[in-house]
């Protein structure tokens, strides 16, 4: 799987590069030409694998590329410069990790994926990318053994789930960043979460989002940090 294939594109190239261009600037990012070509290359390795295994259960290249891509560089301004190590659990098809990795190679990234399929794209992008910093651990993350500074959750669950699963692999004073949505349902998820801490060691902290062309829906990041 190492070649790219041609895919046919549902919007055609400048269109294409226009919704990446402007996205990337509302967010902050200078869009360089390696870094456009890195995900025109992601992209059309997505759709090409997502005809036999559903990755992200869509073939339209715009709601890919707003919904996941720019969706998933909300939390770009949080993790730029970092030196600490990151682990993506339940990469899935690569969101958040993948698109934070083509805008700052440097970050150091694990993706934890039990899903061998999910696994095997993962790493074929790895290869078509030429990310030196990224890896895949083709495991649940029950039974991973190591430790990170900050742990990723988008789509996974709710926050008591994430809290439980990142005890394990989360370093002392370590951070939790998790995608959500609507304020109310955060709060929610919150007073159930501390309904079951028996000891006060996290703090919260919630930081709206704008996901560029998405302005209507309300998208947040949950922050969670050991004290």
């Not at 190492?2 to 919007?11: A, D, E, F, N, Y």
């Not at 994926?113 to 095997?120: D, F, I, L, M, Q």
């Not at 008591?160 to 989360?170: C, D, G, Q």
Request: proline content about 3%; some cysteine.
């Amino acid at each position: 799987m190492g070649t790219l294939m041609q895919v046919k594109p549902v919007l055609d190239e400048g269109e294409r590069e226009r919704l990446l261009k402007g996205g990337l600037k509302t967010l902050g990012i200078n869009p360089s030409a390696q870094m456009l070509s890195s995900f025109n290359a992601f992209l059309d390795e997505l759709l090409l694998w997502n005809r036999k295994t559903n990755l992200v259960g869509t073939s339209d290249v715009r709601d890919i590329i707003i919904r996941h891509i720019l969706d998933s560089l909300t939390v770009y301004e949080i993790l730029k410069n970092s030196d600490r190590t990151i682990v993506d659990v339940g990469a899935g098809a690569g969101f958040p990790s993948i698109p934070l990795s083509i805008v700052e190679p440097s970050l150091r990234i694990t993706a934890v994926e039990r899903r061998s399929k999910r696994v095997a794209f993962l790493e074929n992008v790895i290869t078509i990318l030429g990310l030196r910093n990224y890896r895949v651990i083709g495991k649940d993350v029950k039974e991973v053994s190591e430790r990170f500074d900050i742990v990723l959750f988008r789509g996974f669950g709710e926050l008591r789930l994430l809290y439980r699963l990142s005890k394990n692999i989360l370093n002392e004073k370590g951070m939790i960043i998790a995608f959500k949505g609507k304020i109310m349902e955060i709060n929610k998820e919150m007073e159930r979460l501390n309904s079951q801490l028996k000891d006060a060691d996290i703090k919260f902290k919630v930081q709206k989002v704008t996901t560029p062309y998405l302005e209507e829906e309300e998208r947040n990041i949950v922050i969670m940090v050991r004290c």
